[in-house]
């Protein structure tokens, strides 16, 4: 079991930057794909951002890439979203998410492929 709890969510001006960052407790973190995923209201859950276990390799979507990047500090368990040039339409809940070793490689951009889950945090981008 793995439990995991975003933070670093808010309220942010079009153009600026958030950094979100995600605790993982329980089973063995580096172990883990890690990825990111956001829900806005009235909409699906949308891939944003994936890690693979040791960190060496990573994968975002064109709608985020070259403004979000991912990244892991397996020493303290923590994965985070670093997001910049904000746009309205980044507001969602942002969910951070663990899968297999195997997620990133099969699947990395599918809610299903992934095992656990946080609450979530509200990043709020104002025009």
């Known amino acids: 079991q793995v439990q995991l709890v975003e933070s670093g969510g808010g309220l942010v001006q079009a153009g600026g930057s958030l950094r979100l960052s995600c605790a993982a407790s329980g089973r063995t973190f580096s172990g883990y794909t890690m990825g990111w995923f956001r829900q806005a209201p009235g909409k699906e859950r949308e891939f944003v951002a994936a890690?693979?276990?040791?960190?060496?390799?990573?994968y975002l979507p064109d709608s985020v890439k070259g403004r979000f990047t991912i990244s892991r500090d397996n020493a303290k368990n923590t994965v985070y979203l670093q997001m910049s040039s904000l746009k309205p339409e980044d507001t969602a809940v942002y969910y951070c998410a663990a899968g297999s070793s195997l997620t990133y490689y099969r699947g990395r951009n599918s809610a299903s492929r992934y095992d656990y889950w946080g609450q979530g945090t509200q990043v709020t981008v104002s025009s």
């Open positions: 890690i693979s276990w040791g960190g060496d390799s990573t």
